[in-house]
């Protein structure tokens, strides 16, 4: 193989590997010392009165959530001190994002058990689910 074909070939591998890696990432299937819970079971927390977590970026928060959910966005706003503020550690808070494809739910449910709170649930599903449940969104 000649080294212009060679070095081609290198570059496009380096240009799309990372973006064809991010696009098939799946977010774990659990998170220690949580809970994973489905659309029901999420649901049933909901209706009891549990404290949902939204983990998006505003924009995909402002296009829809489930009713009376808490923005934090990962990267800019989920910290201990802001979960202190709508939760003590022995709350029932259900945390989820934009559903089995989206990581930040699982990060963020990590970070909250590692802080010390003890009623933790990873909606692993989050928005899709719930909405391909028919239940309500805000």
Same mark, same amino acid.
């Given at each position: 193989?000649?080294?212009?074909? &060679?070095? !081609?070939? %290198? ?8 973006? +064809? @890696? #991010? ?48 923005? &934090?966005? !990962?990267? %800019? ?8 503020? +709508? @939760? #003590? ?50």
């Amino acid at each position: 193989m000649k080294p212009k074909t &060679l070095f !081609l070939l %290198t570059l496009v591998s380096a240009l799309f590997t990372p973006v +064809l @890696a #991010a696009a098939t990432t799946e977010a774990p299937q659990s998170v220690s010392g949580a809970v994973t819970v489905d659309v029901e079971a999420a649901n049933q927390l909901f209706r009891k009165g549990a404290l949902f977590i939204d983990v998006r970026t505003p924009k995909g928060y402002d296009l829809g959530r489930v009713p009376g959910a808490i923005n &934090l966005p !990962l990267k %800019t706003s989920f910290d201990d001190d802001q979960l202190a503020g +709508l @939760a #003590a550690p022995d709350d029932n808070i259900v945390i989820y994002c934009g559903g089995p494809r989206c990581p930040r739910s699982a990060k963020a449910v990590s970070k909250a058990v590692g802080w010390g709170y003890r009623h933790v649930h990873y909606f692993r599903d989050g928005l899709p689910g719930w909405k391909h449940a028919g239940y309500p969104v805000e």
